[in-house]
Nanobody
Framework: QVQVVESGGGLVQPGGSVRLSCTAS????????VGWYRQAPGKQRELVAG???????NYADSVKGRFTISRDNAKNTVYLQMNELKPEDTAVYYC?????WGQGTQVTVSS
C-alpha cells in the first residue's frame, strides 16, 4: 500500500510563489504515473504537470513558464514550484504518485 501526502499550500498574493511537496511511502515499485493535478470549485480535476516514462515533463498550457515540476527519487518526493501565481490558479492541488492520490492541499491566490 502506498500513502501519499501533500504539503505546502496556503494563501498567496497574486504574483507570488509557493512550492508544493508530495511524499510517498510504502511499497513503491514504480513512481509512475506521477504528477500534480488541480481541481477548482465546479470544475473537473485537470493535469497541471507530470512526468512521463523516459523523463519528459508535461505541463498544462496555462502554467507553462510559471510552474516547474521536479522530483527527488531517493526521497520519493515530487515538488511543484509555482511562480507568478494568478487568482485562476486557486484550486485544491492533488499529487498522484505511483498511481495513488494524496488528500490534496488548498492553494488560494488572492489579495
Amino acid at each position: 500500500q502506498v500513502q501519499v501526502v501533500e504539503s505546502g499550500g496556503g494563501l498567496v498574493q497574486p504574483g507570488g510563489s509557493v512550492r508544493l511537496s508530495c511524499t510517498a511511502s510504502g511499497s513503491i515499485r514504480s513512481i509512475f504515473p506521477v504528477g500534480w493535478y488541480r481541481q477548482a470549485p465546479g470544475k473537473q480535476r485537470e493535469l497541471v504537470a507530470g512526468f512521463a516514462i523516459g523523463g519528459r515533463t508535461n505541463y498544462a498550457d496555462s502554467v507553462k513558464g510559471r510552474f516547474t515540476i521536479s522530483r527527488d527519487n531517493a526521497k520519493n518526493t515530487v515538488y511543484l514550484q509555482m511562480n507568478e501565481l494568478k487568482p485562476e490558479d486557486t484550486a485544491v492541488y492533488y499529487c498522484l504518485y505511483s498511481g495513488r492520490w494524496g488528500q490534496g492541499t488548498q492553494v488560494t491566490v488572492s489579495s
